[in-house]
């Protein structure tokens, strides 16, 4: 049985204090889940003070990004190695936000997924499409090419500790949701994809997310579908109160 796994993205929110006071709240209030798992995305700047805080809790931490590289002259980038030596689990990667203000390929998520893989991280590989390439019935193609260069030549061992969170790009920070029968529907094809290549067994346990305007209203419907393994929080992850509603969906 897959579980179920909640990643809040604060993307470039919360200095460190508050970071540490976020993090203590939200830790403070929770135990471990027999179905499920947390984890939070901060800001670079905040990953060495959380990974104190949340050292002894059941909330693990994710990065944003990561350099497909393990060290060399790449100003501004950080490494898997850096990453997990900062008590990371997890690390965002190809986020509609990176694709678009950072101008990210198919070819660079590959990199970084396979360098994520490679020191020890579980790489998060974001695909969506925008509501132009949805008008234009263009979705399915979009996933698939997306999916088929971003996790090419990464073998099945390694998808197993892979996950894909599906994010319609036209669904965040708009308030506008896929319904729960839209994103099922592409959570579907995408655990079909997964099968066709490395079979159903390993299809059957990769864990997919959805993300997208993801709210304590909607998280319950979303996790209710079939092929939803879990969600990936934006703005409803900075406020307690709303974040610890979605992880009790």
Known sequence: MRRALIIGNWKMHKVVAQAVG????IAG??????????A???????????????????????AQDVHW??????????????????????????????????????EDVNRKARAALRGGLAPVVCVGETLDEREADQTFSVI???????????????IRRAIVAYEPVWAIGTGKTATPEQAEE?????????????????????????????NPDNAGSLMAQKDIDGL??????????SFRKIIHF
């Open 22 to 25: 976020f993090a203590r709240e």
């Open 69 to 106: 590289e393990q060290e060399g002259a790449f100003t501004g980038e950080v490494s898997a190695p850096m990453l997990l030596d900062a008590g990371c689990r997890y690390v965002l990667i190809g986020h509609s936000e990176r694709r678009r203000w950072s101008g990210e390929s198919n």
């Open 144 to 158: 698939r090419r997306q999916l088929k260069e971003g996790l090419n030549n990464i073998l099945a061992d390694d």
């Open 186 to 214: 592409i959570h579907d094809f995408i655990r079909q994809f997964i099968e066709r290549i490395h079979g159903t067994e390993i299809a059957a346990g990769i864990c997919i997310l959805y993300g997208g305007s993801v």
């Open 29 to 38: 209030g929770f135990s471990a889940m027999a179905d499920r798992d947390v």
């Open 40 to 62: 939070i995305a901060p800001p670079f700047t905040a990953l060495h003070a959380l990974s104190a805080v949340l050292k002894d809790t059941a909330i693990a931490l994710c």
């Open 232 to 241: 990936l929080v934006g703005g409803a992850s900075l406020d307690a109160g």
